[in-house]
């Protein structure tokens, strides 16, 4: 019996000898070769619940632990049982690496010593093996645990691919994964596209698109979905309208004032992308585009008609304030007057009135109803000229301002220069039948045709409406010879000017034998002839080229002996009398003034004259800084409410808003 057991235990003792020392000499031959058809011949192996299969029969495998002479050393102080070392010799070889199959029932390796053990030992083996490396691929690691994964620097693996299935046991991938640390968190690399939409963490869209792209998709969601809800087949589907209305709200609060996306709330991207969806079922309810497109343009025609309504309205509104005269300019010149004669100025004369006819001083015309204008007018020439007691400044106003400018000189003294204030009254030959316009002014039909009421309506051209055409202040600049019958040079300046530079150089300009000097307005077609005479009318067609530069009042300089040599104002009163129907032309001055000087200007320098301050938003800062003389043409006056706030600084700047009138009439800044 004891030779029995005897028997049997070195029967077991020599088969555990054999699974012991079999798998160390079977992977000591590193030069064997091995191939995937040699040692796997395509065939599939399973056990406990894996498979091995190749996926390239003749693809090149390297081995990671081989050894020269030596034999496969283990880790000290490790024990591994029968059932795991059964497991061992079990083990397949794929692509010459090594994959761990089974269960280590007994105890739990020490991973950390294995790996490090592993590590060293297989970059000994890659310094070793270097001639080898044409054979081989050049980095030799754990094969991997197939997800497509790539190799430590960054290269994809193509030689080989495992696939492991996973089964009931757990603790054999974790050996796998403990002997490559790094691919324990690793996942498959994925390619971002940057141009790639989508929300970010505060739902909002990260679209390389323009700059408040959001704000515009939104606005078009509201005008498509105003489109769904007129369509009939919309009504149809009450479910849909209920829907899209719901949505049109939310996107309307969304909208609320923004117009940047910063601006937009957190939920901006949300609320685009359910109105998106809404919109599409309305798409999907349409037979076809032609109702759109037919609603799409009512729309349009419907948003022109009341743009035009809104336009015509906001030009009556801009035309009627430009007529009121505000608060506290009415107020100023009522507190001048009472000063002027409470205190008994209206016996008292503006000094050095013995200048007021010498023709070797500069002098300029000023036709103003305006005392703050017209001071602002006085106060920019003096400031730039190089000498100031060289300027005469001659005033002509109405009845009921006479009082109000000459009180205003009176306290603010314009320095060394001399002001001379005409009443409009004391013109004695300045009478209707002497002059055709004073007649007209006077008529029934031209006061109902600048006074009628409903105007704003019945025609389109308002500004032809205006009551000032209507003052005789407009029209005196056609009687400077008779005004001033001892002058023969005048630079007349409009009172809605400001003045920048010395002007003293214009009394030295050649004239050349002809009345006006002017700065020439044609750069812009509308400022050529045929935009402000009637070119249908064949006295006109007949008398004038359409494409002439037109040129601009405010700032000209008047030879009044060449005016008295030709007889001008003959040639204005005949005009005048032709158009008496207003059928040569219709608004103010300039055209009359036009055919009236025809062939007899010359043209300035542009700089001296820079128009368009009263109308328009985009003058370049530059242009206005080398101008001579800017001019507050237009309804936007600078002492209105209503009057550009970048332009207004330019001529507020020249008015002492300490003075004390402008402080009685709250006109302070």
Request: net charge positive; glycine share 4%.
């Amino acid at each position: 019996m004891a030779k029995k057991y005897s028997r049997r235990s070195k029967t077991v003792l020599a088969f555990l000898l054999a699974s012991i020392f079999a798998p160390i000499l079977y992977y000591t031959d590193r030069r064997s070769g091995l191939s995937v058809s040699d040692s796997i011949q395509s065939s599939e192996f399973t056990e406990n619940g894996f498979s091995l299969v190749s996926l390239h029969d003749n693809a090149k495998l390297s081995a990671t632990i081989q050894e020269s002479t030596g034999t496969f050393h283990e880790p000290s102080h490790e024990t591994y049982t029968e059932s795991l070392t059964n497991s061992l010799i079990k083990s397949k070889v794929a692509s010459g690496k090594l994959i761990t199959q089974g269960e280590h029932k007994s105890r739990v390796l020490s991973a950390t010593n294995e790996v490090s053990n592993l590590t060293n030992y297989s970059k000994k083996l890659q310094n070793k093996e270097h001639n080898r490396e044409s054979n081989f691929r050049k980095d030799n690691k754990i094969l991997q645990v197939v997800n497509g994964g790539s190799t430590a620097n960054g290269f994809r693996e193509n030689t080989a691919v495992e696939t492991i299935k996973e089964s009931g046991s757990r603790k054999t991938e974790n050996l796998i994964v403990q002997m490559n640390p790094e691919k324990k968190h690793e996942k498959p690399s994925q390619e971002v596209n940057p141009r790639r939409s989508g929300p970010d963490n505060k739902g909002r869209s990260k679209m390389a698109t323009l700059p408040n792209s959001m704000v515009l998709q939104l606005r078009d969601q509201l005008v498509r979905a105003k489109v769904y809800v007129g369509l009939g087949s919309s009504r149809s589907h009450p479910t849909f309208i209920r829907e899209l209305r719901g949505r049109m709200r939310e996107i309307q609060r969304v909208l609320g004032d923004a117009t940047r996306d910063s601006e937009l709330p957190k939920n901006a991207y949300e609320k685009l992308k359910a109105m998106q969806q809404t919109l599409s079922k309305g798409k999907l309810i349409q037979d076809n585009c032609s109702a759109a497109i037919k609603k799409l343009r009512a729309i349009l025609h419907s948003t022109e008609e009341q743009l035009g309504v809104y336009k015509k309205q906001s030009t009556f509104l801009s035309q009627l304030t430009a007529k009121t005269m505000p608060k506290g300019l009415h107020c100023l010149p009522l507190r001048l007057t009472n000063e002027y004669y409470i205190n008994g100025f209206d016996q008292k004369e503006l000094t050095n009135q013995e200048k007021l006819e010498d023709n070797e001083l500069y002098h300029y015309a000023i036709f103003s109803d305006n005392v703050l204008a017209a001071a602002v007018v006085v106060n920019s020439t003096i400031s730039h000229a190089k000498n100031p007691e060289k300027n005469v400044f001659h005033i002509v106003t109405d009845k009921l301002n006479y009082a109000a400018i000459k009180m205003w000189f009176i306290s603010n003294p314009p320095g060394n220069a001399t002001i001379e204030v005409k009443n409009i009254e004391d013109l004695k030959w300045l009478t209707s039948s002497y002059s055709p316009v004073l007649k007209q002014l006077k008529s029934k039909t031209m006061i109902e045709y600048y006074f009628k009421s409903h105007h704003a309506n019945s025609d389109e051209n308002l500004k032809y409406h205006n009551p000032k055409y209507l003052s005789i202040l407009n029209h005196l600049r056609f009687y400077l010879p008779e005004i001033f019958p001892k002058l023969n040079k005048v630079l007349f300046l409009d009172d809605d000017v400001v003045v920048q530079k010395d002007l003293s150089a214009l009394w030295k300009v050649d004239l050349k034998r002809k009345v006006i000097g002017v700065v020439e307005t044609c750069g812009e077609s509308f400022h050529r002839f045929d935009r402000y005479l009637n070119f249908s009318n064949p006295l006109i067609a007949q008398n004038f080229d359409p494409h002439a530069c037109g040129w601009a009042f405010g700032m000209n300089m008047f030879d009044l002996a060449e005016w008295r040599r030709q007889n001008i104002t003959s040639v204005y009163h005949s005009w005048q009398n032709s158009n008496q129907e207003r059928v040569l032309w219709k608004l103010g001055t300039l055209p009359v003034g036009l055919v009236t000087f025809w062939n007899r200007t010359v043209p300035f320098d542009q700089s001296w004259h820079l128009l368009g301050l009263g109308y328009n938003p985009n003058i370049n800062h530059t242009d206005i800084t080398k101008a001579a003389v800017i001019h507050f043409n237009g309804n936007l006056k600078p002492w209105l409410e209503i009057g550009l706030p970048e332009y207004r600084k330019y001529w507020s700047k020249y008015v002492d808003h300490d003075q004390v009138y402008l402080r009685e009439c709250n006109l302070s800044p």
